[in-house]
């Protein structure tokens, strides 16, 4: 019997020990039971997303995930300014490999870049861009390669945001070279955000350097 104390009173020694180490066994799955569970909660919303990642620039946060695992995918992105909420949602190509926030145009407004690359051998580079400005999301493209830039181009290209410029970097083939071969040494282009006559941003290149 328990006596007012709380304390096991009247009861054979072995008895007693067999009561608490029930109890304890007894708490000790249910712990078990509780990180099982949580951890299936975080496995699922892991399993879910293919890519996820958090990005903020002043007032302004962003939350970009892809959601699929085959070559054409779901891209959500989610900002959120002054406790207002937006989201923008396309049909990808490629896996997202990274994104980052920028304001290349310098005039305060942020802007998102998702890089992804295209499934096969070639690797090719995609971009998926947007300025954010009064709650509307205005897409940002990267222009295809002119005549002299493409001359050896086959793809496995790199993107990404380097202080005020976008940066595209790819291996330059050669007659002859395999694909996981390239002997032209490395291209680099560099782009800037502007505006055209019709106020669309647009990504321009302006340096393209060759390196052996």
Avoid at 24 to 31: G, I, L, T, V, Y
Avoid at 80 to 90: C, G
Avoid at 202 to 210: G, M, P, V
Wanted: net charge neutral; proline share 2%; charged share 20%.
């Amino acid at each position: 019997m328990v006596s007012r104390n709380g304390t096991l009173a009247g009861l054979p020694r072995f008895l007693i020990v067999l009561l608490v180490l029930f109890a304890a066994c007894k708490e000790a799955k249910q712990r078990g039971s509780q990180k099982n569970a949580e951890n299936t909660a975080q496995s699922t919303f892991r399993s879910r997303y293919s890519f996820q990642t958090h990005l903020a620039r002043g007032n302004d946060a962003f939350d970009v995930f892809t959601e699929g695992y085959g070559s054409l995918r779901t891209m959500t992105i989610i900002h959120e300014r002054n406790n207002l909420a937006d989201t923008v949602r396309e049909e990808i190509d490629g896996t997202v490999v990274n994104a980052a926030c920028a304001d290349l145009d310098s005039d305060s407004l942020p802007e998102v870049y998702v890089f992804a690359q295209s499934a096969g051998s070639g690797s090719y580079a995609n971009l998926y861009g947007f300025q954010f400005h009064h709650r509307v999301a205005q897409p940002i493209l990267l222009p295809e390669l002119d005549k002299r830039q493409s001359a050896g181009y086959l793809g496995h290209d790199t993107l990404w945001v380097q202080d005020s410029i976008l940066v595209r970097m790819f291996p330059v083939y050669t007659e002859g070279d395999m694909n996981a071969s390239a002997s032209g040494g490395m291209r680099t282009l560099e782009y800037v955000l502007q505006r055209d006559a019709k106020g669309n941003l647009c990504l321009r290149c302006t340096r393209a350097t060759n390196k052996q």
